[in-house]
């Protein structure tokens, strides 16, 4: 049995958390920037984006958290065959305590039965990591952050449901959907992305929906229905009127992604991962050559 | 802009209304989950008699009446010396804190309850008997809203974790909205009603 790599990124894994944390992504300010100006000026909305930008220049500038809830960390690792699970693991826990005690991340890991607050962000699935090998002569890591405001607000429609109207179909999703951005108002910090699954089961399908918020915002889906269903409901979301922090006005949603999981025939499920604005995202890719690390980068 | 300082007046508290933009300062002090559920079980639906609790009442007593409690779990750093600063400050979503927050507005004599997302009946109801307002701040302005935090004053419950304790603080015009006043109006039952008729339409 030939002897696994030995690499060391929990230096570049640390940056990764850094910039994840503290500078969101450029599609993300675009889409801010866009909402803001179709605000009316002087409005509470227009004001609250204005706040929003400003935050985030400044969390960029200082390399501090954007937002205080630096949430849950969510690493898709992709890797090739000769790199061990298990030490990436181990580097990734170890960056995510370092970048816990440089404040890049607030202590978010707590004991569910004594209340403890680890300390380190580290504990029982926590971070939460999905290892994927390939055949790329590369490792490829994406984080994102997801936080608890948002995700309270976050749902799983099981349908059919008969209060909706809402069937087994798109029309049902597109039901559900505004459903769920109605009931969710201003509390999982507006306007958001909407990361959506349908099928899956419900553990497959809140994991397929949180993979759609990795998508930049402005993409579009190669799939020319779900592409349709993403833009309508786009625009009937932001139809509502529930604006930024639900101050009333145009911008309640930035985004609508929509995946899909096989499903049983039993069971078709809606699962809606709703995203706060600071919708925080990084990659590293790290090239290897001969075994070795030969290049690292961010975006 | 207006600019409010604690302790707040009544007089202050009822020439608020909803939209009204709002610079704070002074002594405010952080209360979310565990500092609210803490707040009720050993001070308010009973009286503990553990001395450090009661210590800790005698502290808080003076903070919060005419006082602002702040819904946020922020980041903090320890300094060298031994002091705290705040690093990122935004505030949590305030809806989980109704089941305690009237009675907390009560027993403390609140002036203003400080988060995100509004709150709901028995909150608004505690706002106009005070009376006292619900400051809206915007939600993951974290960063900025340290900026307004000069001092880290002191610090309870730290045995809860940083999210949770009690950071007593000292701001320099802290940016908020009034969501809702000591009048009864909420914009978050506005919204909620309009966003409701609109959904009605979409939906058929």
Redesign the interface.
């Known amino acids: 049995m030939s002897e696994p790599l030995k690499l060391d990124l929990v230096e570049p894994l640390l940056e990764l958390v850094r910039k994840a944390a503290t500078d969101l992504p450029q599609d993300m300010v675009e889409a801010l920037e866009k909402g803001k100006a179709q605000e009316e000026p002087g409005s ?1 909305a227009e ?2 984006l204005g ?2 930008l ?2 985030v220049e ?2 960029r500038e ?1 390399s ?7 949430g849950t960390p969510i690493f898709e690792v992709h890797y090739p065959f000769g790199v061990s699970t298990r030490m990436l693991k181990a580097q990734i826990e170890e960056a995510v305590a370092q970048a816990t005690a440089h ?1 890049y ?4 890991a ?1 004991d569910s039965l004594t ?3 680890s ?1 380190n962000n580290l504990g029982i699935e926590f971070p939460t990591i999905h290892f994927h090998e390939w055949d790329e002569d590369r490792i490829f890591i994406t984080l994102q952050l997801k ?3 948002s995700e ?1 607000v976050s749902t799983q429609y099981k349908l059919p449901d008969s209060r ?2 809402a069937g087994r179909d798109l029309e049902g999703v597109r ?1 559900v959907v ?2 769920a951005v ?1 009931k969710a ?5 507006a306007p958001a992305v909407l990361g959506i699954a349908i099928g899956g089961d419900r553990g497959t399908g809140y994991m397929v929906a949180k993979k759609q918020l990795l998508r930049k915002v402005n993409d579009l889906n190669p799939n020319p229905d779900l592409a349709a269903l993403e833009e309508r409901i786009f625009v ?1 979301a932001n ?5 930024p ?4 006005g145009k911008t309640t949603v930035l985004g609508v992604k929509i995946g899909a999981a096989h499903r049983l025939p039993a069971c078709y499920f809606v699962s809606i991962a709703y995203m ?3 919708n925080r995202r990084a990659e590293l890719n790290v090239k290897l050559v001969d075994g070795k690390v030969a290049e690292v980068s961010y975006a | 802009m207006l600019r409010l300082t604690t302790p707040i007046s009544d007089e202050d508290i009822r020439s608020l209304h909803v939209g009204d933009s709002v610079l704070l300062n002074g002594i405010i002090v952080t209360g979310r989950d565990a500092a609210h559920k803490f707040l009720i079980e050993h001070f308010i639906r009973n009286q503990s008699d553990d001395p450090e609790d009661v210590a800790l009442l005698e502290k808080l007593k003076p903070l919060l009446n005419g006082g602002v409690i702040y819904h946020c779990g922020p980041v903090v750093k320890k300094n060298e010396d031994g002091s705290w600063s705040f690093v990122a400050a935004g505030p949590t979503t305030s809806i989980r804190e109704e089941v305690y927050e009237a009675e907390v507005i009560k027993f403390f004599n609140l002036k203003g309850v400080i988060g995100k997302g509004g709150m709901a009946g028995k909150t608004l109801q505690a706002c106009h008997d005070q009376p006292a307002v619900y400051f809206h701040a915007i939600g993951g302005a974290a960063t900025l809203i340290a900026q307004s935090v000069k001092e880290v004053v002191d610090v309870y419950k730290l045995e809860f974790g940083v999210p949770e304790a009690m950071w007593v603080i000292r701001v320099e015009d802290f940016p908020v909205v009034v969501t809702m006043d000591s009048h009864g109006q909420s914009i978050h039952d506005k919204v909620l009603a309009e966003s409701e008729e609109r959904f009605k339409q979409l939906v058929g």
């Open positions: 509470a004001q609250a706040t929003i400003q935050n400044m969390a200082k501090t958290p954007i937002c205080q809830d630096t404040s991340l607030r202590p978010n707590v209340g403890k607050n300390g936080g608890g405001g309270n909706l109207g039901r505004l459903d109605l108002q201003g509390k999982g910090c009937e139809e509502l009127g529930i604006g922090m639900g101050f009333g706060c604005w600071a």
